[in-house]
């Protein structure tokens, strides 16, 4: 978007004669509501200051480029003032400053401040372009010199920015990707974002399929796949394959994707990526030959995870409403289903949490021997949760749980990869009952043996154990639990160690262990609060971009999204990791000795009211993101200059 279809002559004033930051502010604003673009003028006022307040906008070099995302603003808009004598800004190279931009946002995807800010920004670099601003002697003038400016240094770039966009379209992109995280939030899109930055760096073409909660987006189509050069698979679940047979195609891990897109990019450029082959069927996914037996097996316990997640999170969430809104039936046999709200939600949620084991079991079973192991799997988790066998009368029956679930999902997988193989000599007119008769009736009878006589028994006594260890852990006990879990949540941001400790504290709450999942939340809170709080009160640590992480961090924080300190570990993990761990360690430790439980598995401060003691829950959040805080300055030295 053009800064002159943003810039009215009525929002220009060329004479402004304000003496504080504040005043200019004000007038600022002023000129933006003449240009028409606000409908609610105070609280896009107040969204300018709050922008201020995380830091100046004064740039340096006499500019200041003031701006606000915000409901109250209807339409994209701009507003220019000179300032002739110079206004006391707070500039970051403490002078004068004589040029202001306002920029007002809609409150949309669509980020348009930050393609203007990115324009002027450029524009302003120049020395010449910022003496013709000055001089400018009416409003009209003022427009030529930004048009002039906008079509000398903007037109080349439009016209590559076309040609580019027009060979992609027309000959196809030369990279496409995927990625895909287990639970498909944050791992994902930042992979994506990363991959598409460093292409365009790079000067080649690229799109992006991103496998997220949300469901697909930006899918790859057939044409696109039969005319790129390479695909590059980062992810750490299972994504649909068979679409690329005969293509290059480099798998790796979501991390990679984040961490080392160049080096990816560079391999699928070079023509030594080998070409994957097929096996036949629309289900196959990314399990290719040379992973290795443990990437494997990983892949297929974080497919089971991220398909279980949602019947965790839903269902947990209402459980524990459900207990909140029948505080009147606290301590009695019903409570939780005492008022007929709290029953319904109770009802729901539990219907919703009661499906963890059969989902995680069916779709792991799923990624290791494809869509007919599904079936097969989705029993095994059942036939855990349930605990039967045929040793015990029913009423002794002992559940295996996750433990068992866990098991189960693997063997129904490969159990129906040995059955696929011994079936692979039947006749040909027989081929047709393999899917709807043979494979269904083996794997449930195979799976169902193996439950009852082998998995059951031994993991059923081993779940009973755990759970009654855990129940009769002492104090000292505890917070040493709390200690390990909260750190294993920061030592790789959402990676294996996270997940475990984060399957670990779901499974906990079907076994009343709420206190578990309280350590392990307020484990994965802490280190993007700790990184806020260290880029909010010790700036010169962190460069320009990073700073300007701040308030996401924060809002992920408290939504328990760990992952927002990914760019921070990536970029300097030995000062940031090591403080992180620290941090979160020390907030699950001290959520254990106060006593702190809950019965939701997800939320953040977003589910505070349910909570049990939740005020020291806050304490301990604040205290490991302070200790987090203090260990990233301790190790990070201040910056020799402004970056």
Known sequence: MKIT???????????????????????????????????????YRKGVFAREEEGTTGIGEGIAIPHAKSDAVKAPGL?????????????????????????????TKDNVHLDVLSRLSTLLMDDGFRENLL?????????????????????????????????????????????????????????????????????????????????????????????????????????????????????????????????LISRALSGSVPVYHSKGGEEETSSVEGESLGRRIYKSLMNGVSHMLPFVIGGGILIA????????????????????????????????FSMMFPILA???????????????????????????????????????????????????????VLIKKLLEKLPKPLE?????????????LGISAIMIFLINPPLGAFNT???????????????????????????????????AAYVFGTASIASGQFDIMAAVMIGGMTPPIGIALATTFFKNRFTKSERQTTVTNYIMGLSFITEGAIPFAASDPLRIIPPCVVGSAVAGALSMAFGCGSRAPHGGLFV?????????????????????MIGIVLLKRPLKEEA
């Open 5 to 43: 279809d943003l810039l009215k002559k009525e929002s220009i004033e060329l004479n402004g004669n304000v003496q504080t930051k504040e005043e200019a502010i004000n007038q600022m604003v002023s000129l933006m509501v003449k240009g028409g673009n606000i409908q609610d003028v105070e609280t």
């Open 79 to 107: 507003a220019a003032m000179v300032v002739p004598q110079g206004v006391d800004y707070e500039a970051l190279d403490d002078e004068p400053v004589h040029l202001i931009f306002l920029i007002a946002a809609p409150n």
């Open 135 to 263: 001089k400018a002697e009416t409003p009209e003038e003022f427009l030529g010199y930004v048009d002039q400016a906008e079509k000398e240094k903007f037109a080349e770039e439009e016209r590559k920015a076309k040609e580019e966009e027009e060979t992609a379209r027309t000959t196809g992109f030369q990279i496409l990707a995927v990625t895909a995280c287990p639970t498909g939030i944050a791992h994902t899109y930042m992979a994506a974002e990363s991959l598409e930055k460093k292409a365009k760096e790079m000067g080649c073409t690229i799109k992006v399929e991103t496998n997220g909660s949300g469901g697909d987006k930006n899918v790859l189509t057939a044409e696109e796949i039969a005319a790129c050069q390479c695909i590059i698979v980062a992810a750490d679940k299972e994504v649909r394959m068979a679409r690329f047979d005969g293509k290059p195609v480099l798998v790796t891990k979501v991390a990679d994707g984040i961490n080392k897109p160049e080096e």
């Open 321 to 352: 409403l459900s207990y909140l809104v029948d505080g009147a039936n606290a301590g009695t046999a019903d409570f939780g289903n005492g008022t007929p709200l709290a029953h319904f939600l109770n009802l729901a949620g539990n219907t919703s």
């Open 362 to 416: 069916g779709f792991i079973a799923m990624a290791v021997g494809d869509r007919p192991a599904l079936m097969p799997g989705i029993v095994a988790g059942l036939l855990a949760k349930a605990g039967t066998s045929v040793f015990l009368p029913e009423d002794q029956w002992i559940a295996s749980g996750f433990f068992g679930a866990l098991a189960g999902g693997f063997i129904a997988g490969y159990l129906m």
């Open 432 to 444: 047709g009952t393999k899917p709807v008769l043979l494979y269904p009736l083996l794997g449930l």
């Open 465 to 499: 154990w755990l759970n009654n260890s855990l129940a009769g852990m002492g104090e000292s006990s505890k917070i040493l639990l709390g200690l390990v879990l909260g750190g294993m949540m920061s030592i790789d941001f959402g990676g294996p160690f996270n997940k």
């Open 608 to 628: 505070i009211g349910i909570i049990e003691n939740a005020p020291m829950f806050l304490v301990a959040l604040v205290a490991g993101a302070v200790v987090t």
